[in-house]
């Protein structure tokens, strides 16, 4: 692979499934379901972390059994304190490979390994390491949304919540950066740190899809509503934001503002946590590309939307869904990771 400078891998299309759905149950089925998988937990000691983007009744059970609802820094940090013995990852792979590579002598179990993410597809790890093997003298910092080969391969990984500190340490020490896979998140730590950024081309279906005209026609209807927006939005939509940032940023945002409405570009999954911070607010989902059936994801990663509470029971009942990385590739990865966490830790 010849690439210059300038020249940037086109990686693969990313095939983005349709979203499952779930039977319905009713409010008895639902909590005889819930029992079931309590008691399960109790006979494995396995304890449930949840990211803010899955189903609601899967972030509700998290927090009911002791476990963790959060963003993928907080989720990595939680799996890595915690003394059980099976650790039950809802979200997306990388989550459960990434708490797999902090606790390779847990049980790591996930209600569905088909629920991966449109920014690690979209960044083959064959791919990215010719790449970085064409620029040896720049640092590769990688967002947490990737495989574990492509985090072996990664000087830092970072997550949307401390990409702007970790870049700007960086930047100060006069290094230059290979950033991937999120070109949008990486356009945003590269204005506001100012960094040298050479950038992998990928977008994360759910939030490329939220367009700046839709969202200021919106806002025109609604002109006291604080406009929050996830870095992974395109340029025209993060520059018309009040509030940018990671989920737990937004989340704090709806809880601490003084506005009693909020336009919402991050994927619908985070309104069950602010509604439980903060009931009395009205949220509103930030307009995408189609505002309908032509969208791929209609504000909601159809991975996320993998995770279920009947999934959860079969992985834990049946101990399908397992996460195995293997040990040489662990062992790099686990060096990029444990920067992140061993720099945030130094920050508190």
């Keep these: 692979m010849n690439l210059s400078e300038t020249q940037v891998p086109i990686p693969p299309r ?3 499934p ?3 759905h779930w039977p319905a149950m009713s409010a008895g089925q639902k909590a005889a379901l819930k029992d079931r998988i309590k008691r399960l937990m109790a006979e494995k000691n396995a304890v449930l972390v949840s990211h803010y983007y899955v189903d609601g009744d899967l972030q509700a059970l998290a927090e009911e059994t002791g476990g963790c609802v959060a963003d993928s820094l907080e989720m990595a940090r939680f799996g890595s304190q915690s003394e059980a013995d099976t650790l039950l990852v809802c979200g997306v792979r990388f989550m459960g490979e990434t708490a797999k590579i902090l606790n390779p002598e847990k049980t790591v179990l996930m209600p569905d390994l088909n629920a991966t993410c449109s920014l690690d597809e979209g960044c083959p790890a064959d791919m990215f390491t010719a790449f970085c093997d064409q620029h040896p003298d720049r640092t590769v910092v990688v967002y947490a949304n990737t495989s574990a080969e492509v985090k072996a391969r990664a000087d ?3 997550t949307s919540g401390i990409a702007l500190d970790i870049v700007r340490h960086l930047h100060a020490r006069g290094e230059k950066i290979l950033w991937a896979p999120d070109k949008h998140l990486g356009h945003y730590v590269q204005r506001m740190t100012d960094a040298d950024m050479l950038m992998w081309d990928g977008a994360c279906v759910v939030h490329e899809e939220f367009k700046g005209f ?3 026609r919106l806002k025109r209807l609604h002109p006291k509503a604080a406009i929050l927006v996830h870095p992974e939005s395109p340029d025209e939509v993060v520059d018309q934001a009040d509030v940018v940032g990671s989920t737990t940023a937004l989340i704090q945002a709806v809880k ?4 009693e ?3 919402v570009a991050t994927d619908d999954g985070i309104f069950w946590k602010m509604h439980q911070l903060a ?3 009205t949220l509103i989902a930030a307009p995408t590309a189609g505002e309908g059936a032509t969208c791929e994801s209609c504000a909601h990663c159809p991975w996320m939307a993998m995770n279920a509470l009947q999934n959860l029971e079969t992985a834990l009942r049946d101990g399908t869904g397992e996460v195995f990385v293997e040990e040489s590739v662990r062992v790099k990865a686990v060096r990029s990771i444990q920067r992140m966490l061993d720099f945030a ?3 508190k």
Aim: aromatic fraction near 8%; charged fraction near 25%; glycine fraction near 0%.
């Design 14 to 16: 990313v095939q983005v």
């Design 279 to 281: 009931p009395e607010k």
């Design 214 to 216: 839709a969202l200021e």
């Design 256 to 259: 601490n503002l003084p506005n």
């Design 156 to 158: 830092w990984t970072v």
């Design 261 to 263: 409405e909020f336009i």
């Design 345 to 347: 830790a130094s920050r």
């Design 18 to 20: 349709k979203h499952p």
